[in-house]
């Protein structure tokens, strides 16, 4: 009876923090106003999750193009189809390693920093600090965050593509010395822009959106110890690694 | 319990009942805080004195019980009324609490910003002047790292009377300052009470502070009120644990040792463990 007991509660506990990330999400989205403020903020914040994720944004797409085309270029020349290279590089980097690897880089780089950010205001009594200012902490510190990874995710996928495919070009051209007209061309005659890349996009704003729920709403409810915002940023991460990656299958499964 | 206040209330706390987390914090707990008074709230650690301030700005709601703000019942208010009531009040939490991103200026607009439709340079000179109250004005583009912990906690007060509130909460305002930062914040808080004619609220355990500072204090212990009046007539109270806490007896009704089974107990007990 009582190992029954264990095993009920044990399975209503995700079920019932994702009602609870659900309620919160519902709440952030209901409490949103855009005052000059805001706009502010959101804009800092940008910055923040945005443009400070670009090194390792650029880095890492540079290197996984210059991987993915040497791994492709060997395996397609053994056919005779080394020219290829060019389409399966940006075919597989708009449909899924774009929004994925930009989203688990992000969730690593901007999404740990949001939740640890917001969980040591709670801890030092910032959050109470708001509310006792009759300023409402979700409008002041989680909207402009959420907002801002909204807007930064799907600008970084794009940002990863350009930066991965000049590495595919670097590696392709300047080391393996195919022709850059037959790079280009094959590249331009075999993506379609909704189907491949459009789709990659709407995968890229998915993603974001999953990525600033998670970090904020770990944040959020991110116990005010030491412990509690360290055990937040690593729930962040797994979580929004595990969830991505299934979105990324069911999107997939969808869009084909 | 004796009283000694004639005055007629500002917050009024009455007959309150709060259970946190399964333990029972306040019980029919009452204590009228007179208007334009600088009244202490003492007591043990734990005694719950944090819980009154929270009571008070409407952060947790009563199980059983009233609070009031002149003719305001702050435990009724719904979230919108709330917010329109807290721009009364000024709160100097513990630890300052400032936007660590923010400059000692941005912080102490911050409401102001907020809540007005104010111009910057009418903000400006607000804020400059508040710095001015407390002494730091030289700080303003400063951030709240480059400072110390008593700095840190002027720019927060300078904060908290932004908008110039009629009523001022000050959690645990001395704890861990040097002999000089206490001085100013002594100094500080009398300042402010009697220019702005605010009711001050001082949260604290530091009986020596208070004798200098309070016109009223109460100590709270065992879940409610147990003496309330002057600093002076406190000292002559027969109370046994009023007593205990003002000479900081280390053993008495708030006993030295956690409640535990018999040591002897325990210590068999590691030797034939259960």
């Known amino acids: 009876m009582n190992h029954d007991s264990n095993q009920g509660v044990r399975f209503l506990a995700p079920v019932r923090d994702l009602g609870r990330a659900g309620v919160f999400l519902f709440t952030a989205i209901t409490h949103m106003r855009l005052t000059r403020l805001q706009l502010a903020e959101t804009l800092r914040q940008v910055y923040f999750a945005g443009a400070r994720s670009l090194v390792i944004i650029v880095t890492g797409g540079f290197f996984v193009g210059l991987v993915l085309s040497l791994q492709t270029y060997d395996t397609l020349t053994r056919f005779g189809a080394g020219d290829a290279v060019s389409t399966v590089l940006a075919l597989s980097l708009f449909r899924e390693l774009g929004p994925v690897l930009t989203t688990l880089l992000f969730a690593g780089r901007a999404g740990t920093s949001i939740t640890a950010e917001i969980g040591l205001m709670r801890a030092t009594e910032q959050l109470d600090a708001l509310d006792l200012m009759a300023i409402d902490p979700m409008e002041r510190i989680v909207q402009p965050r959420f907002i801002a990874c909204l807007i930064a995710v799907p600008a ?19 080391m393996m010395g195919s022709d850059p007209i037959l790079f280009w061309g094959n590249m331009q005659s075999t993506v379609e822009l909704w189907r491949d890349f459009g789709h990659g996009m709407v995968k890229a704003c998915a993603f974001g959106f999953l990525a600033a729920w998670l970090a904020v709403y770990f944040g959020w409810t991110a116990r005010p110890t030491s412990e509690g915002v360290a055990l937040a940023t690593t729930q962040t991460v797994i979580a929004t690694s595990i969830s991505v990656l299934i979105l990324d299958f069911v999107l997939s499964a969808f869009m084909l | 319990m004796t009283d000694v206040s004639n005055n007629s209330p500002a917050i009024s706390l009455r007959e309150i009942s709060l259970e946190l987390g399964g333990r029972v914090i306040l019980e029919d707990f009452s204590l009228d ?64 609490a400032l936007f660590t991103d923010l400059t000692c200026f941005d912080n102490v607009a911050l409401p102001l910003r907020e809540h007005t439709d104010l111009p910057e340079s009418l903000i400006r000179r607000l804020v400059l002047l508040k710095l001015q109250t407390v002494g730091l004005r030289g700080a303003a583009d400063m951030y709240p790292r480059e400072l110390s912990g008593g700095m840190n906690r002027r720019i927060a007060t300078a904060r908290a009377m932004a908008m110039d509130p009629s009523i001022m909460l000050y959690d645990e305002p001395f704890a861990g300052l040097d002999p000089i930062s206490l001085g100013v914040s002594l100094r500080l808080i009398r300042d402010i009470n009697h220019t702005l004619y605010t009711t001050s609220v001082v949260i604290t355990h530091d009986v020596d502070q208070v004798a200098k500072l309070a016109d009223f204090c109460c100590i709270i212990s065992d879940r409610r009120v147990v003496a309330t009046g002057h600093p002076d007539e406190l000292g002559k109270s027969s109370h046994e644990l009023v007593q205990q806490f003002l000479q900081g007896i280390p053993d008495g009704p708030v006993p030295f040792h956690y409640p535990a089974p018999e040591l002897a107990e325990d210590l068999l007990e590691s030797e034939h463990p259960r």
């Open chain 1, 156 to 174: 970084l996928v794009l940002i990863f593509n350009v930066t991965a495919i000049a590495g595919g070009l670097v590696f392709a051209v300047f």
């Open chain 2, 33 to 96: 805080i007179p208007a334009g008074k600088v009244t202490a709230v003492m007591g043990p650690s734990g005694a719950g004195k944090t819980t009154v301030m929270r009571l008070i700005t409407g952060q947790l709601k009563p199980d059983k019980g009233e609070v009031w703000i002149d003719d305001v019942r702050v435990d009724q208010l719904k979230s919108r009324e709330l917010n329109q009531m807290r721009r009364q009040i000024g709160v100097l939490l513990q630890n300052g």
